[in-house]
């Protein structure tokens, strides 16, 4: 079992930034990878951004490209998102994902199925 505990959200106006943290416990020496998504009101949930936990590969989506960045504390267990330049288009709720087994297809880290363990989410809300 995997636990993820996400902090670091709030109200930030327009332009401004904002830093996620994604804090994983249990069984995190079989990490495979970790990713965040968000979900806002009346939409599908996302997929945002991920990294491989070996090789410190990254993932963006397009509509985060050059604004959000992320990176990993193998020691601590955690994974960071950095947001930059935010937008009304940003505000959702923002889930920490983790994948424990290895993944033979180079997809996996968009595909929410693909993921084994979930965070509660934390409200990211920008304000125009």
């Known amino acids: 079992q995997v636990q993820l505990v996400e902090s670091g959200g709030g109200l930030v106006q327009a332009g401004g930034s904002l830093r996620l943290s994604c804090a994983a416990s249990g069984r995190t020496f079989s990490m495979y990878g970790m990713g965040w998504f968000r979900q806002a009101p009346g939409k599908e949930r996302e997929f945002v951004s991920a990294i491989s936990w070996n090789y410190g590969s990254k993932y963006y989506a397009d509509s985060v490209k050059g604004r959000f960045y992320i990176s990993r504390d193998n020691a601590k267990n955690t994974v960071l998102l950095q947001m930059n330049s935010l937008t009304s288009e940003d505000t959702a709720v923002y889930y920490c994902?983790?994948?424990?087994?290895?993944?033979?297809?180079?997809?996996?880290?968009?595909?929410?199925?693909?993921?084994?363990?979930w965070g509660q989410g934390t409200q990211v809300t920008v304000s125009s």
């Open positions: 994902a983790a994948r424990i087994t290895p993944a033979r297809d180079s997809s996996w880290y968009w595909r929410l199925s693909m993921y084994d363990y």
